[in-house]
């Protein structure tokens, strides 16, 4: 049987059309894509170089390079890199990207220690990486080719968030004895019919980067007050401005707890701490 890592990469490999446009396939898409870009803008340094980790077909990649960054993107799925090379092209941000690599963020040996200004594994390369003790050796090497002092923000499936939507959109799951193993543990070896992934409560997260030498800044639910995904796409069709009223409430609520836990997708913004500090 092939290795887990192996069977996720057929599941990208097959999707990389609707992984480009799944952050701007609806409103409710769109704020976990809103909400990314804000904290990213928030956090990241004036300028420099940038590791896009688990950047599948390459979206926030170009958005980095197209904000004046220098980024190097990989990924663990053949096609995603060469669709991203394509778009890359397309968007005419060549000369900003460095490198894209098909690569595991289990192993980046071939990557030196210290060498980003900023790291971002987001929209939950983690959570598909089956054992604490992998996705601890992830967020290891995460750490280690960034530079001290660099945020490192990490993107995952929320656990809460996950349940929440389970009615509307994976109702059949629930009568299985798989449910409990979701909702207690988080792993779900039923991901889209086959697949492995992990859903993170916040608390889990926070400890996964401070376990690994991680200095924890804030934890930001990208859906938040939005996380109602199918109400929210008929809402903000049908009244425009008070769409923009939700979002401003969504944006001052983001980082407050509650916003986190019931979010599908949480990010975790750190820094790797100095050696002394
Ligand atoms: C949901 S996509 C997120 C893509 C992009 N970062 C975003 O937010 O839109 C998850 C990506 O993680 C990649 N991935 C999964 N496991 C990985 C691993 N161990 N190493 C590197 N990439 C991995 C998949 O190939 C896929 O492209």
Redo the contacts with the bound molecule.
């Keep these: 049987m092939p290795a887990r ?1 192996e069977r ?2 057929d ?3 097959a999707t990389v059309d609707y ?1 480009w446009k ?2 701007v396939q609806d409103t409710y898409h769109k704020l ?2 809103r909400t ?1 870009l804000l904290y990213l803008k928030k956090h990241l340094p004036g300028n420099g170089l940038i590791l ?9 990649t170009i958005d980095l390079a197209k904000m004046g960054y220098e980024v190097d993107l ?4 053949e096609e ?1 890199i060469n669709f991203a090379r394509q778009k890359i092209r397309e968007k005419r941000v060549e000369g900003k990207v460095r490198e894209t690599m098909v ?4 192993d980046l040996s071939r990557i030196r220690d210290n060498t980003y200004d900023a790291v ?10 089956e054992g604490e003790e992998n996705r601890n050796k ?1 967020v290891s090497e995460l750490r280690r080719v960034a530079k001290e002092g660099a945020p490192i923000f990490i ?1 995952v499936f929320g656990r809460i968030g996950a349940l929440m939507l389970s009615v509307q959109f994976w109702p059949d799951e629930i009568g299985l004895p798989s449910f409990r193993d979701f909702y207690e543990k988080g792993d779900d070896n039923r991901w889209h019919g086959r697949y492995y992934a992990h859903f993170f409560l916040p608390e889990e997260l926070e400890d996964m980067v401070k376990r690994n030498g991680l200095d924890l800044i804030e934890t930001v639910g990208l859906e938040g007050i939005g996380a109602n995904a199918k109400y929210v796409n008929i809402f903000s069709r049908k009244d425009r401005p008070g769409w923009q009223n939700f979002l401003e409430a969504h944006d001052k609520l983001a980082a407050h707890p509650a916003s986190v836990g019931m979010s599908a ?1 949480i990010l975790a913004i750190s820094r790797k701490r100095r050696t002394g500090a």
């Design positions: 890592k996720i990469s599941c990208y490999g992984e799944r952050l976990e894509y990314t896009d980790a688990g950047g599948g077909p390459g979206r926030y990989l990924d663990l799925t995603n690569a595991n963020i289990t971002i594994c987001i929209g939950g390369p983690i959570s598909h990486i992830a993107g997708h």
